[in-house]
Every structure is written in C-alpha cells, then in structure tokens.
C-alpha cells in the first residue's frame, strides 16, 4: 500500500484539512505499507494539513510484557515498563506515534500520560485532550478499538467514578511493593461489565460512528465530544449499572 492509498482511505472516511484529530494506530493492522510508519505519518499530515493537527498519545512504556503464570496468580492481568522522561526509544505506543514524535514541529508534552501533537495550536494539544474537546476535534482508530481511546478518560476526570468501582481495579499494597509506581504499570483486577464497549456500541446505535478500511485495517472515525458526551452521560445516570455492578453487589 501506498501513501497516496492511505490518503485515498482517510479522506473516504471524512478527514478534511483544518481537522485536529487524536489518532490511536496499530501498523501491522493496515499490511504491508510502503516506507512504513513514516509513510502513515506523512498521508495524516498531508490530508489535514499545516492548519489541522495531529495529536497522539506518547506515553514512555513498554509494550505489554508477558505475564508469569504467578502474576496472573496474583491477579495482574497487564504489565508494562515505564521508561524515563527522556527515553526516546520504541514504545508500546506503536510506530506511528513513534515517527510522529520525532517529526521536526512536533510539540511534546510532560508526564507520563504525554501527549504529542503537530499541526495549529500544537502547543496546547500538546497539554492533553481537553484542547481536542474545546475545538470539537476527531478520534481516528486505525486497526485498533475504543479501548484505546485515551480522551475518554476526561469523562472520569469531569464526573468521576464512585470509590467502590474503583476497588475493583485497585492494585494490592503487596502487589505494588514488587511493582514500584515509577518503574511499572500495572493492570489489576475488573469489573463484570465493560462500560466502554456499551458506551462504543451506544455510540454506533446512534450513528455517530464512521467506518472505513484502508489497507487491511477498519478504521472508525468519530467526534471525541459526542462519545464523551455519552460516557458522561452513562456515569452520571448510573456508574454502577454501566459497570455491570448491581445494587445488592455494590462494595461496601
């Protein structure tokens, strides 16, 4: 596959100049692209242009790490390195956040949850997704699910999520001691139900889901503020249903 293709695929799916999108990808998804990631990168930047923006998540952490069978034992159900500040190596972002983050103009945030953003108001995207939210932005899944959605979580921020879900993913005292915080991230722990994948079919029973394939890869494009939207709406109605938590099942 070409980059004339990959352009071709993102502009049937509805991306236009002047677009500021948050872009989650897998490369290996699409098939064989010609100059890989660089390739990818480059159809983005053209399709939206100097006065769009891509924006995308750029955590410093490992790829998913396979799990003993004692710390599945133990109840971890993911695990990841979590580099330095400074590292500017492969990480479990994917290659093409990768390429972006090193492209001349590109803006780097801080944290650990940092985000890179190229394009208008670089600078501000670059501080977290809220910027996508206020200019009523995209999100473009390219091979990959809602799951990795990273502005969805400013649902949780706005409204919260009561203390009792919350336990459920709680890492053990015991387990975080031979995982210290700034050295591993660790998943522990569920909840019956997945609220986002009833907030992604929501989403789609409303038809504010688009769908395209380029290459091999399905790729969705949606409005980050209209699913948000959604995921508030769920939290605010009733957390404990949205997370398959029955009343009479609730933590106390």
């Known amino acids: 596959m070409k980059r004339s293709d990959i352009e071709e695929g993102l502009r049937m799916i509805g991306l236009r100049q002047r677009d500021a999108v948050e872009v989650h990808s897998s490369l290996s998804s699409l098939g064989w692209v010609e100059g890989g990631a660089a390739t990818v990168v480059d159809a983005l930047m053209a399709v939206v242009g100097v006065t769009g923006a891509l924006v995308m998540s750029a955590y410093p952490v490992?790829?998913?790490?396979?799990?003993?069978?004692?710390?599945?034992?133990?109840?971890?159900?993911?695990?990841?390195?979590?580099?330095?500040?400074?590292?500017?190596?492969?990480?479990?972002?994917?290659?093409?956040?990768?390429?972006?983050?090193?492209?001349?103009?590109?803006?780097?945030?801080?944290?650990?949850?940092?985000?890179?953003?190229?394009?208008?108001?670089?600078?501000?995207?670059?501080?977290?997704?809220?910027?996508?939210?206020?200019?009523?932005?995209w999100v473009l899944l390219m091979g990959v699910g809602i799951d990795r959605c990273s502005s969805l979580h400013l649902a949780e921020e706005t409204v919260g999520i009561p203390a009792q879900i919350q336990e459920c993913w709680r890492v053990p005292d015991g387990v975080r001691r031979d995982y210290p915080a700034e050295d591993w991230g660790i998943g522990y722990g569920s909840t019956p139900e997945d609220a986002w994948i009833k907030v992604w079919e929501e989403a789609k029973r409303r038809g504010l889901v688009r769908t395209q394939f380029i290459g091999h890869a399905e790729c969705t494009l949606f409005k980050a503020r209209s699913v948000l939207g959604i995921y508030e709406e769920f939290l605010r109605r009733d957390p404990f249903g949205l997370f398959g938590i029955s009343h009479s099942s609730k933590p106390r």
């Open 62 to 137: 490992s790829p998913a790490l396979p799990l003993t069978e004692e710390e599945k034992a133990r109840g971890i159900v993911w695990k990841v390195r979590i580099f330095k500040e400074n590292y500017d190596g492969p990480t479990g972002l994917g290659a093409i956040a990768d390429d972006l983050c090193k492209r001349p103009g590109t803006v780097l945030g801080t944290g650990l949850h940092r985000v890179c953003a190229w394009g208008q108001d670089a600078e501000l995207h670059s501080k977290g997704y809220r910027h996508l939210i206020d200019v009523d932005g």
